[in-house]
């Protein structure tokens, strides 16, 4: 037996259709014709507001005179032959010009040489994103990138960001997995670039992006703070939420600054930055010093001995710079005294419900540098490790108001002390090391590729359990350095407390003897420590 259709009558889908057809044919026809009145029309909208906008703009006085203006021109227009006519020409004409479409078209695609970059790119991945058991493989020798690559972007012939995807049964969990890719990657896109990843897990999605270097001629200056907050360099400006303003060559402009907070509400109250010979972990300590100095006071120990701290020797607000093994020991161990007095001095307000003393609240920075060299001029002569005595100002120092910093070289890491690795919570690594040694001091791998070249205060930096940054250290060399460039030495000199103004250099009168230091500059030699310790000895 053999189905009979439906009746038409009974089945309106292909009338529908029909129906639907024609009127998309109508429209798409409607919009042909009607082209020119529509950017006729549109172009009279803009004219329109326009003409409001410079009505808004013009003051009330003037407006009266373009009125009558306009009228003169308007009769003129009118009495002329064939006037009004040509001046409906031109107001559509000009209406037909503002009006017409300005989208610029869009791309059709990449050009020849960047699709064989991108297939060639796709080809080196098969062997690490593909397996011979998928029935449908997502990466295959004979397959597009097309499918596998859900964006890209090039700038000047050479590729700067690449969105891809992955198969699920990739092993992305696993670090040496990621490893291999990372490398091939960074090996294909160029080389002499840094390059971020970004891992989506949940969605197999792989993002790569180039970083454009990161500026190195911003030199020390007051960077706009509050208290507690110290900039220890810059980074992307999509790795943190804030920027400041920073001058650079007399324009000012904003950059993203790695802030760290100190104070007794901070969770990293203590830094340790580590570097080899050269790549700035001197010239960060000086700029914590200088940005230090607005709302505190500061104690440096140098245990390198070279003097690169001589320029904050008598500066009100720097209580000692100490150099040599007794000074630097009895600096700490009146540092710990100090301490342990603003813990009394806080538990006893806090008790009585009264606030702190104004000693008490005020900054005190214990910032040391090369604390290895004095632990091995101690052991040479029998005395104790100075770095104990930084046991009291790491352990209760966030109470108490005092923040430690230490720097010292990275092949020295095993002579120091347990309590200094286990306290400081924000970390600093400059200059060109292997990615396992950056993650053995952050304690977290870095998600960018290691930079080609590396200049001084380059390197990275993590505070907490925060995700590893880029760091740029503002350069802040030694002023009384020889080889310091005048302009850098004037932007250190400025932010000095208590500099005065460099006499001209053409008076060939004799130097005038030094000025003694400000009466609220306290030098803190060995006598005075131990006077000041024996004050302070409870019970």
Request: aromatic share 4%.
């Amino acid at each position: 037996m053999v189905r009979r259709p439906l009746p038409s009558i009974l089945s309106s889908r292909p009338a529908l259709v029909r129906g639907r057809d024609l009127a998309r044919t109508a429209a798409d026809s409607a919009t042909d014709v009607l082209h020119p009145v529509i950017t006729i029309g549109r172009g009279m909208r803009r004219q329109a507001a326009w003409a409001g906008g410079w009505w808004g703009r013009t003051a009330k006085e003037q407006r009266g005179p373009a009125l009558l203006l306009a009228a003169a021109g308007v009769v003129i227009v009118v009495m002329m032959p064939y006037g009004p006519i040509l001046a409906v020409v031109a107001l559509m004409a000009s209406a037909a010009w503002m009006g017409r479409d300005r989208n610029s078209p869009a791309p059709a695609g990449p050009s020849e040489a960047e699709g064989v970059r991108l297939q060639s790119l796709y080809e080196a991945l098969v062997p690490y994103l593909s397996n011979a058991a998928d029935p449908a493989p997502l990466y295959a020798h004979d397959g597009s990138w097309e499918k596998a690559f859900s964006s890209h972007e090039f700038q000047d012939g050479r590729l700067v960001r690449l969105h891809l995807r992955y198969p699920a049964y990739f092993t992305d969990g696993e670090a040496d997995s990621r490893a291999r890719v990372e490398q091939l990657l960074h090996a294909k896109a160029g080389r002499g670039r840094e390059y971020r990843f970004d891992w989506n897990e949940e969605e197999n999605q792989l993002t790569l992006t180039a970083l454009p270097p990161l500026p190195t001629d911003v030199v020390a200056q007051r960077f706009v703070t509050s208290p507690g907050e110290t900039v220890l360099g810059f980074t992307d400006a999509d790795a943190v939420q804030r920027t400041v303003p920073v001058t650079v060559g007399g324009e000012t402009k904003d950059a993203p600054p790695v802030v760290w907070r100190t104070g007794a509400r901070s969770t990293e109250p203590h830094l340790l930055a580590l570097g080899q010979p050269g790549t700035g972990t001197t010239s960060l300590l000086r700029s914590i010093a200088l940005q230090a100095l607005v709302h505190g006071d500061i104690v440096v120990i140098d245990g390198s001995g070279t003097g690169e701290y001589a320029c904050l020797a008598g500066r009100p607000g720097v209580l000692a710079v100490e150099d040599g093994l007794l000074g630097a020991s009895a600096t700490l161990e009146w540092a710990a005294h100090e301490t342990e007095r603003r813990l009394i001095a806080v538990n006893r307000a806090r008790q009585s419900g009264s606030p702190a003393a104004d000693d008490v609240r005020r900054p005190l920075w214990i910032l040391v540098d090369r604390p290895t060299a004095l632990t091995q001029l101690a052991l040479a002569e029998g005395r104790p490790d100075p770095q104990g005595l930084l046991d009291v100002p790491l352990r209760h120092g966030r109470t108490a108001n005092v923040a430690v910093a230490v720097a010292d070289q990275l092949d020295a890491t095993e002579t120091l002390a347990p309590v200094v690795i286990a306290q400081t919570r924000a970390r600093v690594v400059l200059g060109p090391l292997p990615p396992e040694h950056v993650a053995a001091v952050l304690g977290a791998p870095q998600r960018t590729t290691p930079a080609a070249e590396v200049p001084p205060g380059r390197g990275y930096a993590r505070l907490g359990t925060g995700p590893v940054l880029r760091l740029q250290v503002p350069a802040t060399p030694d002023p009384y350095d020889e080889e310091t460039s005048p302009a850098d030495r004037d932007c250190v000199l400025a932010l000095l407390p208590g500099a005065a103004p460099a006499a001209p250099a053409a008076t060939p009168e004799p130097e005038p003897d030094p000025e003694p230091p400000a009466p609220e500059a306290v030098s803190l030699g060995k006598d005075a420590v131990v006077r000041t310790v024996a004050d302070l000895e409870l019970g």
